[in-house]
């Protein structure tokens, strides 16, 4: 079984900053096969993908958070990274991590194994 525990939500006002984390544990895997993505979820609306990372480094972004946020991991620590800058109301909602059993990181939820529980983010205008 594999745990995903996401800390780091809160809440931040309009411009703010907010770094999320995930720090994944369990069952091993083989890490070239292997991606971790944030999705998030805002009341009265479907999951959404945000960022996605395999562990090779190659990642992908929706395109309303480019460039303002960021996805990282740390292989050593298991952990994945969302830094997020440049908050907007609009970016209010529960963020989930998620790994999935894929080389590539992936855009749709069912590529995604296991889940978080989900940590929220509330950003005040």
């Known amino acids: 079984q594999v745990q995903l525990v996401e800390s780091g939500g809160g809440l931040v006002q309009a411009g703010g900053s907010l770094t999320l984390s995930c720090a994944a544990s369990?069952?091993?895997?083989?890490?070239?096969?292997?991606?971790m993505g944030w999705f998030r979820q805002a009341p009265g609306k479907e999951r959404e993908f945000v960022a996605a990372?395999?562990?090779?480094?190659?990642?992908t972004y929706y395109d309303s958070v480019k460039g303002r946020f960021t996805i990282s991991r740390d292989m050593t620590k298991n952990t994945v990274y969302l830094q997020m800058n440049s908050l907007k109301p609009e970016d209010t909602a529960v963020y989930y991590c998620?790994?999935?059993?894929?080389?590539?990181?992936?855009?749709?939820?069912?590529?995604?194994?296991?889940w978080g529980q989900g940590t929220q983010v509330t950003v005040s205008s």
């Open positions: 998620a790994l999935g059993l894929i080389i590539a990181p992936a855009t749709q939820a069912e590529r995604y194994n296991y």
């Open positions: 369990g069952r091993t895997f083989s890490r070239y096969a292997m991606a």
């Open positions: 990372i395999s562990w090779s480094g190659g990642s």
